[in-house]
């Protein structure tokens, strides 16, 4: 979900008609079209996220603080087609609490069946073909046509609010991706909207809309020249939600790596794994 909403982001980004955008656009569909050519690949994200509060909220023991922050680090491998993976996530939260051994999990996803292990549970737990099918299938609806390339590129060429440029080093583009602050908020939310069932009327989501604005964004990828395949993708941005005069600041920053591409044709559960799982209906 992550590297979609990554995804996602990019291609809204990638409007206007100059050379660099066109080559920009080109670049980053070569990249898919390499990533899925390989089928496999391993992958490092680390996710860091800064939540700014307009007033001082409790964390306990009588202390209060303003701000927020939390880090998160993805890893794991993947196979596209037909879908299998394996990953272990691991998240801390330093201004809160201490989340060691309780913030973290590791997971399977092989032949329409996901293994599940919480840190904070210390079980692991099975869940069947048809569990997965309807979770996939409701991802894929809540990403609707955000989840379609040319979908974004085709709608919003008629824009001109991001930049894009290409850099060339030792064997590798750079694509950079830079947005004019606000000028994401209206494309992104209003699809989001479209595509997210939520029980406001028309009063309250214009509402909701007109207090979320995003600034700072900038996306990059780095891509070698010789395979198209992108090793590195970075993601920032900043966004701001105002509501009744108040200001939630959130500062995301991301970043993957990529690697071992089509290293591996296919991934294992351990058989100890299937024998203690709890299966879950």
């Known amino acids: 979900m992550v590297l979609l909403l990554i995804s996602s982001l990019l291609l809204l980004a990638m ?13 980053y569909l070569d990249a898919v079209d390499a990533l899925a050519q390989a089928n496999s ?28 922050t939390t880090q998160i680090r993805l890893t794991g491998r993947c196979i596209e ?3 299998a993976m394996v990953m272990t996530l691991k998240a801390s939260m330093p201004d809160f609490m201490d989340l060691e051994d309780l913030a973290g999990l590791q997971a399977y996803m092989v032949d329409n069946k996901m293994y599940l292990y919480l840190d904070m549970f210390g079980e692991w737990w099975s ?3 048809e569990f997965v099918e309807d979770a996939m299938a409701e991802v894929e609806e809540v990403a609707g046509s955000s989840s379609d390339p040319m979908y974004f590129i085709n709608t919003l060429d008629e ?3 991001a930049n894009a440029s290409v850099k060339e080093d030792k064997g590798y583009y750079t694509l950079i991706i830079t947005v004019a602050d606000g000028a994401l908020a209206d494309s992104i939310i209003d699809e989001m909207m479209d595509q997210v069932a939520l029980e406001l009327n ?7 809309l ?10 990059e990828m780095r891509i070698e020249k010789e395979t198209d395949l992108p090793t590195n993708v970075s993601l920032d941005f900043t966004l701001t939600i105002t509501v009744e005069g108040e200001t939630l600041e959130i500062v995301q920053g991301a970043e993957m790596i990529y690697s071992e591409f089509g290293a ?18």
């Open 15 to 27: 409007v206007g008609c100059s050379g660099d955008s066109v080559q920009a656009k080109q670049l």
């Open 41 to 68: 690949y391993a992958y490092d994200m680390t996710l860091d996220q800064v939540l700014r509060f307009p007033e001082p909220i409790p964390i306990g023991f009588g202390e209060e603080t303003d701000t927020m």
């Open 81 to 83: 087609d037909p879908l």
């Open 127 to 129: 869940y069947d073909e």
């Open 159 to 161: 824009d001109d609010v």
């Open 202 to 208: 028309e009063e309250e989501t214009e509402a909701v």
């Open 210 to 219: 007109e207090g979320i604005e995003f600034s700072n964004f900038k996306y």
């Open 264 to 281: 591996f044709d296919s991934i294992e559960v351990p058989e100890e794994i299937k024998e203690i799982a709890t299966p879950i209906q």
